[in-house]
């Protein structure tokens, strides 16, 4: 089963995007969560400015690192759970 079919089967949970709800299934990856849902940019190097996104999923490379409730967290080890305040825009 793909991943993309994985992810439309599993339970969904409230979260805001950048203050928008938007519904992530509970429990997954939030950058494979995040992928899935079209968030392929995920932040931009603060160094200079080009986008990053998820790369090796599995914590190594950093380029994941967003703000989940106003913590700087690595995506692809954070597992998606209701009320993340997830900010796209705001990590570097
Ligand atoms: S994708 Fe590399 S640390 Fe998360």
Redesign the pocket.
């Given at each position: 089963m793909s991943a993309r079919r994985l992810h439309a089967a599993s339970p969904r949970v409230a979260v805001t995007i950048d203050g928008a709800p938007a519904m992530l299934p509970v429990g997954e990856s939030l950058?494979t969560a995040l992928l899935c849902e079209g968030h392929v940019l995920l932040r931009h190097s603060p160094r200079d400015g080009t986008p990053r996104g998820?790369?090796?999923?599995?914590?190594?490379?950093?380029?994941?690192?967003i703000l989940v409730d106003g913590i700087v967290r690595?995506?692809?080890?954070t597992p998606v759970a209701a009320g993340m305040a997830i900010a796209l825009k705001g990590a570097s």
């Open positions: 950058a998820a790369f090796c999923f599995m914590g190594a490379c950093q380029e994941c690192a690595q995506a692809c080890l």
